[in-house]
């Protein structure tokens, strides 16, 4: 079960095809919750959600950082870019430190990697 805040707007992919503005929940639990957006068990969620749960956060951690620029996530973009809509900056994201790439915010979910 994996549970994703979107940051920006996302159109999400086949089957569905469908668009997901900034705030909106992403979910993989079968059937949706109501007020949430399908998701399938599978897919890659990209730097532009915030994973809430740990099953999200298992995702995001393998699919890992895919561009040192979205590194500082909070200061390239905000959630209202795309909607008009205010969204909260991610609790959990990338960070570059001297010994590589962290996951910041994800100790709080029972979760540690590696």
């Given amino acids: 079960m994996a549970k994703y805040r979107c940051l920006t ?62 590194s500082g996530y909070t200061g390239m973009m905000s959630g209202n870019r795309w909607s008009g809509i205010a969204v909260a900056p991610p609790s959990v994201y990338w960070v570059l430190t001297g010994k590589g790439w962290t996951l910041n915010g994800a100790a709080g979910m029972g979760f540690r990697p590696g």
């Fill in 9 to 70: 707007d996302l159109f999400l992919p086949a089957p569905g095809c469908q668009y997901a503005q900034a705030g909106d929940i992403l979910s993989d639990v079968v059937p949706t919750p109501a007020g949430f957006i399908p998701i399938p068990s599978n897919w890659v969620p990209p730097l532009s959600v915030d994973p809430i749960d740990s099953g999200a956060i298992q995702s995001f951690w393998n699919a890992g950082p895919r561009s040192s620029a979205w």
